[in-house]
Each structure stands twice: as structure tokens, then as C-alpha cells.
T-cell receptor
Framework: TQLLEQSPQFLSIQEGENLTVYCNSS?????LQWYRQEPGEGPVLLVT?????EVKKLKRLTFQFGDARKDSSLHITAAQPGDTGLYLC???????????FGSGTRLLVRP | EAGVAQSPRYKIIEKRQSVAFWCNPI?????LYWYQQILGQGPKLLIQ????????DSQLPKDRFSAERLKGVDSTLKIQPAKLEDSAVYLC?????????????FGPGTRLLVL
């Protein structure tokens, strides 16, 4: 069974601070996605990484896929209150596009 | 372009009652997914449709859950009878086709509370 573990589960930081969220598995994934979910809404896709070692940047967010395609990280620089939300990683296996979601990291950025 | 629509947004029922959720995917999207998201957890896939055919329902509790997508467009998910542990947000998602890297678009979800 493929599992994705995210850490930390909760993070409360001050505006302007940097943070990193981790997504780890013992399984290899063909691609990995990061989503942000706000209260009362469905998850919204932020990025998809498909190549081991790949780094993608989205404004102040930097996403990295591990060389072995088993783990990923999300780094936010100078966090803002608008970054508050639940961050979910989701991996797709080789044989199907069934997404396996991690349990999420709940981020609160205080003004 | 309209997003994925779901209704109702909220539902409160007593255990052993029945409930149904409705989803209308983005126009032209062949693949539709139903997920269950329990508080504090990530979404778990219940069932995946490709047009009106079931691709994956391995995690659907078939003794109480059923889903259909008769005309390959909108879909309903039913729970009969509901249990306390079914309290969760039920998310519907769609994409053009099931493939690596294809974006899934999620609806706002239906929040179910079973008392």
C-alpha cells in the first residue's frame, strides 16, 4: 500500500518567516502534486512535478521532487497571511492516475 | 468556464438514514472522481468513472455506498444506511482524461454530519 506522510501536521508562523513542508514515502511515484485547500473549498492544484530532482517555482513557493521520486518538499519564502490553508501532497503511481493523498499540513500565517 | 458543482453543501442526518450527493463536472471532462475527506486527513478516493464506466471502486464500501454516472455527465453518490464514521466532506473532482500529470479540478464538497 502506497502511503504519503506529511510533516509537520500543523505550523503557525509569523508573517515574513520562511517555512518548509515535507512529503515522504517509501514508494516511488510517477508524479507528485501539491494542492492548497481553504476552509469550505476543494483542493486547488499548485504544481505537478514528474522528474526526479525537479525544482519548480511559483512566486514565493519552491517545490522539489526527490531524486528517487519518493519524497517532495514545499518551501515558502516570506510567508503572508494569504498563504494560510491546508497543503496536501498527492502522488500518482506508474500504472494508473489514481492519486494517493497525504494527510496534509495545516499552515497559519499570523499578521 | 464553470467549475465542478456539488450539492447540497451541507447535510445532517441520523445514523441508519440514507443520503445522496450530486456532482456536475466541468463540461467535456470524461473522468469523474468521488473522494471522502475525514477531518484531519487527506482525501481518499472512493470511485473513479471514465465516461459512464467505473475505472476504480476498490475503496468504495459497497455494502452501503453506491454511485452512478448514467449519461457520462453528472453523478450521484448514495449512502444507505449511514454510520457515524461516514461523517466527512465528500469531494467530487473531474478532468479531461485520466493520465499522468493531468489536473484534477475539485468541487467545494458536501459536508456530511451523521448523528
Amino acid at each position: 500500500t502506497q502511503l504519503l506522510e506529511q510533516s509537520p501536521q500543523f505550523l503557525s508562523i509569523q508573517e515574513g518567516e520562511n517555512l518548509t513542508v515535507y512529503c515522504n514515502s517509501s514508494s516511488v511515484f510517477s508524479s507528485l502534486q501539491w494542492y492548497r485547500q481553504e476552509p469550505g473549498e476543494g483542493p486547488v492544484l499548485l504544481v505537478t512535478v514528474v522528474t526526479g530532482g525537479e525544482v519548480k517555482k511559483l512566486k514565493r513557493l519552491t517545490f522539489q521532487f526527490g531524486d528517487a521520486r519518493k519524497d517532495s518538499s514545499l518551501h515558502i519564502t516570506a510567508a503572508q497571511p494569504g498563504d494560510t490553508g491546508l497543503y496536501l501532497c498527492a502522488g500518482a503511481g506508474d500504472s494508473s492516475y489514481k492519486l494517493i493523498f497525504g494527510s496534509g499540513t495545516r499552515l497559519l500565517v499570523r499578521p | 468556464e464553470a467549475g465542478v458543482a456539488q450539492s447540497p453543501r451541507y447535510k445532517i442526518i441520523e445514523k441508519r438514514q440514507s443520503v445522496a450527493f450530486w456532482c456536475n463536472p466541468i463540461s467535456g471532462h470524461a473522468t469523474l472522481y468521488w473522494y471522502q475527506q475525514i477531518l484531519g486527513q487527506g482525501p481518499k478516493l472512493l470511485i473513479q468513472f471514465q465516461n459512464n464506466g467505473v475505472v476504480d471502486d476498490s475503496q468504495l464500501p459497497k455494502d452501503r455506498f453506491s454511485a452512478e454516472r448514467l449519461k457520462g455527465v453528472d453523478s450521484t453518490l448514495k449512502i444507505q444506511p449511514a454510520k457515524l464514521e461516514d461523517s466527512a466532506v465528500y469531494l467530487c473532482a473531474s478532468n479531461r482524461f485520466a493520465g499522468g500529470g493531468e489536473t484534477q479540478y475539485f468541487g467545494p464538497g458536501t459536508r456530511l454530519l451523521v448523528l
